[in-house]
């Protein structure tokens, strides 16, 4: 029956299962209306700045700078998503290639060897680099296997920025590399005098680009050798799959897009600083794509927007929302709170009690792929019930599938 | 003409092959861990469309034996040869390509993944479409694609699972996680099949349906299949040839009828089995 599969006479079958899976229709319309609010996002403030409406203080340029490093936070997370969620390979020192990235763009596009590559070439190229520099951190160590792997790939993260701080005549040392240069198109300069807006943009066409490239890999021959990797690698070797290379393959494109990432986020910033790399960006990275929700691409930037805007915005501006709450309500258990509790010393109490709520009751993520939910909540109740009947079915079955193929020409 | 097809793709090899009569021959096998000798010089051969087995007390070497056909040890002594090539020490995915493939005897599927994916990723030696292909989804990467997934839904279909095709594997219960392990082989188009205990903890209606399913299969596709067996029903009903080990050693060879005969086998097995199941 295998070869038959294969011959003109049974391709018409194809009506029976339509091979790549379509988006559903409210996921469909989810993304349209997603992506109308995210494009409409800066219009607040262009409207501002036109004199047409007044913001309230807070509403300023701050917001859209916040945005467009989540942008590029939201990059790092659709990459390691590659890695962590979909070839099940724990990379505890993401940040690392991310350094690379973002130096390498520092380098190679400022004023201090007076290169100055475009913005566009440098993202393919940083893009290349990191992706070099993950397949030759890859090799020696993707033979190891979960715990090993992470101790490893935090060895990594904790060496990169080093060997950055160290490398004082390549990148600065601990002054770091400024005057990065900004992205341009023709004479236009992206971001010339703070403008994040168009910053913000071009953010959003990155990420659209790379989701539409992780969303056709996924379902492909590769994607399905990461997953089939993740499960049991054993198994997967033993159904053919060069596990060395796939996973060759998943730690360096995760890291090219860190490549991606980190061009975006120096050519914002414009500044590049070894203490920007540290073990906890790796910890922050990885925290977007557990609670995002590991493997689903919507839940994975959905996670990196909310922890960034939790530790960047929420979590520091706590304290003040809470003070200006007491000071407006006057209510005496909130003026006492205020005046006894130093708020800012608990920031990071608070971020650590958000996360282990979150992974307590929901541990499959914001946004779980279907995968992660049948694994956490399965309906096994049903399919066991078919099962059952299918079990007497059986040799019907097979009975009538054999009919089928006979009275086929 | 599925039998005709394969004979014809293999005929190249059988031909310049000098014992072309067999798909797999081991030679002088040995696997040695540290001080221990779990599989001790053992010669094996499996007839081209042959169904055989090995049996043995637990601990016998078995599965170990397995491990160096499918490339997962590579044997300490003793050559293995393949359609008539030397594939000792070659990797496992590199022996599957070739056309070996096997079931495992603790259930190994990818459970977090549907049927169908189970079985595309049994495909994964068959299938061309590179990583730039994919993301470009090229013409040719599409075709593959819907072909692919016609055929795993086929594979499905033959051990009675198209219905779970978009099941998650670890949400299937245990016989169709056993017939599912199958699929997932028959996907890579082998000419050797190796089933490690393939009825194991399956009750005797969907035992002797397996049985008839195996005995299908080699027909159909012009497979040899080689089996470990603990249930003495299916190795007697099913198997053209039987080798029993003991130790790692090979202690007989021959057809059921023989086998059940030799006192050695009824010492070192049978007697012993008798009277643990007795």
């Known amino acids: 029956m295998q070869r038959t599969a294969n011959s003109p006479q049974t391709a018409g079958s194809g009506s029976l299962f339509p091979a790549p899976k379509k988006a559903s229709r409210s996921s469909m319309i989810v993304a349209g209306v997603l ?4 494009l409409l996002l800066p219009v607040p403030q262009l409207l501002s700045e036109a004199g047409i409406v ?3 203080i807070r509403f300023d340029q701050a917001f859209l700078n916040a945005a467009a490093d989540t942008a590029a936070f939201t990059l790092l997370a659709l990459g390691l998503n590659i890695v962590v969620g979909y070839a099940g390979l724990l990379d505890l020192g993401y940040a690392a290639f991310f350094a690379i990235g973002t130096y390498s763009y520092a380098i190679l596009a400022s004023s201090l060897f007076d290169l100055h590559v475009p913005f566009w070439i440098m993202l393919i190229v940083s893009g290349i680099i990191t992706a070099l520099f993950g397949v030759v951190f890859g090799a020696p160590t993707l033979r190891l296997r979960g715990d090993y792997l992470a101790i490893v790939t935090l060895g990594f993260g904790e060496i990169v920025p080093i060997f950055i701080l160290n490398l004082d005549q390549l990148t600065g040392g601990t002054n770091g590399i400024a005057g990065v240069d900004k992205p341009a198109i023709g004479s236009i300069i992206i971001g010339a005098n703070n403008d994040n807006i168009s910053f913000y943009y071009l953010g959003l066409l990155l990420i659209a680009l790379v989701v539409f490239i992780i969303n056709r890999l996924r379902d492909s021959r590769m994607g399905r050798a990461w997953m089939a990797i993740r499960e049991d690698e054993l198994a997967a070797a033993t159904m053919g799959i060069n596990t060395t290379t796939a996973k060759l393959w998943a730690f360096g494109l995760g890291a090219a897009l860190s490549g991606f990432a980190g061009t975006f986020y120096g050519s914002h910033l414009g500044f590049a600083s070894p203490g920007q790399f540290s073990f906890s960006q790796s910890v922050l990275i990885l925290c977007m794509v557990i609670l ?4 689903n691409l919507w839940g994975v930037m959905l996670g990196a927007v909310v922890i960034y805007l939790l530790q960047t915005v929420v979590l520091i501006q706590f304290p003040t929302w809470i003070s200006n709450l007491a000071k407006d309500t006057d209510l005496d258990f909130l003026v006492n709170f205020n005046q006894n509790v130093r708020l800012t010393d608990y920031t990071f109490f608070i971020y650590g009690i958000i996360l282990v709520l979150f992974m307590l009751f929901r541990p499959e993520g914001l946004i779980s792929s279907r995968r992660r ?3 956490l909540h399965p309906e096994s109740e049903k399919i066991s019930d078919q099962e059952r009947q299918d079990l007497y079915d059986v040799r019907e079955t097979n009975q009538s599938d054999t009919d089928v193929k006979g009275s086929q020409p | 003409m599925s039998e005709a097809h394969r004979a014809a793709a293999t005929a190249p090899a059988r031909s310049s092959s000098a014992d072309g009569a067999y798909v797999l021959s081991a030679q002088g096998i040995t696997m040695r861990f540290g001080g221990l000798v779990a599989v001790n010089n053992v010669d094996f051969d499996i007839p081209r469309g042959g169904i055989v087995s090995i049996i043995g007390p637990n601990g016998a070497g078995k599965t170990t034996f397995f491990n160096t056909i499918t490339g997962l040890y590579k044997p300490t002594s003793g050559r293995m040869i393949f ?6 020490g070659t990797s496992p995915s590199d022996i599957t390509a ?7 005897q603790n259930i190994r599927l990818f459970a977090n993944m549907t049927a169908l994916e189970n079985v595309l990723v049994g495909q994964h030696s068959r299938l061309r479409s590179s990583v730039l292909s994919s993301v470009l989804r090229t013409a040719k990467m599409r075709e593959e694609e819907v072909r692919a997934r016609e055929k795993g839904i086929e594979i499905l279909r033959t051990v009675g699972l198209s219905y779970a095709a978009e099941e998650l594997a670890k949400n299937l219960p245990y016989g169709a996680q ?7 082989a028959l996907g890579s188009d082998p000419k050797l099949l190796l089933l490690d205990e ?3 903890g399956m009750n005797p209606f969907e035992t002797s349906d397996l049985i008839q399913f195996i005995r299908d299969l080699r027909t159909r596709l012009s497979l040899s299949i080689l089996l470990i067996e603990h249930d003495m029903k299916v190795v007697m009903g099913l198997s053209e040839r039987i080798t029993v080990l003991d130790y790692g050693q090979k202690i007989a060879e021959g057809s059921p009828a023989e086998v059940r005969a030799n006192p050695r086998v009824i010492e070192a097995y049978l007697g012993r089995a008798a009277t643990i199941t007795g």
């Open chain 1, 35 to 38: 992506s109308v609010f995210l």
């Open chain 1, 54 to 56: 007044r913001l309230p």
């Open chain 1, 292 to 295: 995002g929700g590991m493997g």
């Open chain 1, 373 to 375: 939910k049948l694994e």
């Open chain 2, 83 to 88: 359609e008539g090539r030397d594939i000792t």
């Open chain 2, 98 to 104: 070739l056309g070996i493939a096997r079931t495992f």
């Open chain 2, 178 to 184: 056993r017939r599912l392990e199958i699929a997932r």
């Open chain 2, 198 to 200: 393939p009825t194991a």
